[in-house]
């Protein structure tokens, strides 16, 4: 027998409609443009933990390279370069990534930026719009290094890697080799810190080694910081937020840098976006951004436990 049938049920479908409503009702108060780029693109993000899917299509003068997109981040930029407008858009991406109850490769996300915004401000919006979605009184806002010295007695800013590793081996089974500072650093995190971590709450100033395309600056304690943000919801990740990094030439370098190590770890290397990177030459306005999965918002809203269950045809239907 084919399984034809859709994963989510007329009544979620239903209730996804009702927040996609909200959300753009939301948008549409503050006076910030829906705005819609292209899933194709030249280039890829470089991160090493974000894998792309990619499709080779001939126009009529051979094959062309292009990459779905795994986020709209460049291309909202690029509008950002030209209009220094604040921008929604809510749309699909793709990650090469396992099926999970939590991820499908093709996934929708809602992605947003606030030219003049600092981070706390974005943070102050992020909480406008899900405490009453998540129905939540606050969200928290604890520090990376308040988490790490809370648990593990460390700083992590400034841990010594020996030590570092040490812990890391001492606190989790591990059996691998050759793993950095943010390896270890994301495992004790993932492992240890993020199952006690409040209800619904933000965590920032994150190491300046996963700074990702965020800016980086001394944080209260003087420490170096990437400055961004993540939301968890009962341990779940919903959204990274940014301080933008708009500096071309050091966004040239990290580009570079991750490359390397992609070569390094037998992964493929991937194109630069110049396009992204001219728009940046010619000045992408300061500005906070964040990107928020929306299929997870809504199984943390309604209680699902598995994305099967919140999609019409997740990968394994479609």
């Not at 080779?56 to 779905?68: H, W």
């Not at 989790?172 to 793993?179: G, K, N, P, Y």
């Not at 650093?185 to 619904?200: F, G």
């Not at 080694?209 to 961004?228: F, H, M, P, T, W």
Request: aromatic share 10%; with cysteine; proline share 5%.
């Amino acid at each position: 027998m084919v399984n034809w049938q859709p994963g989510a049920s007329l009544d979620i479908l239903r209730k996804r409609a009702e927040l996609l409503a909200q959300l753009r009702e939301f948008f549409a108060a503050k006076k910030i443009l829906e705005v819609e780029t292209p899933a194709l693109a030249n280039a890829p993000v470089t991160d090493l933990h974000i894998q792309s899917l990619i499709s080779a299509i001939d126009f009529g003068q051979g094959k062309q390279t292009l990459y779905l997109q795994t986020s709209p981040e460049f291309a909202m930029k690029r509008l950002l370069a030209a209009y220094s407008e604040s921008i929604y858009q809510i749309g699909k991406v793709f990650r090469h990534d396992p099926v999970s109850r939590q991820h499908n490769p093709e996934f929708t996300l809602l992605e947003w930026y606030r030219p003049g915004f600092t981070l706390e401000q974005l943070m102050a919006e992020v909480a406008e719009l899900l405490c009453p979605l998540l129905r939540c009184e606050s969200m928290p806002q604890i520090s990376y290094r308040e988490l790490f010295e809370k648990h593990l007695a460390i700083n992590p800013h400034s841990i010594d890697s020996k030590e570092l590793a040490d812990i890391a081996h001492g606190k989790i089974d591990l059996s691998m080799v050759e793993l950095s500072d943010t390896d270890y650093l994301q495992l004790l995190m993932t492992n240890l810190i993020e199952p006690e971590l409040p209800a619904t709450c933000f965590v920032f100033d994150y190491p300046k080694g996963q700074a990702s395309l965020s800016a980086i600056d001394y944080n209260d304690e003087r420490d170096l910081v990437a400055k961004r943000f993540e939301v968890y919801y009962e341990g779940m990740e919903l959204a990274n937020g940014y301080y933008e990094l708009v500096d071309a030439r050091e966004q040239r370098a990290r580009f570079e840098a991750d490359n390397a190590a992609r070569e390094r770890l037998g992964l493929e290397v991937y194109p630069l976006d110049e396009k992204f990177l001219a728009a940046m030459e010619a000045g992408i306005p300061a500005s906070a951004g964040v990107a928020l999965g929306f299929d997870r918002l809504f199984m943390a809203i309604h209680g699902i436990k598995d994305i099967d269950q919140a999609l019409t045809f997740s990968t394994p239907r479609a």
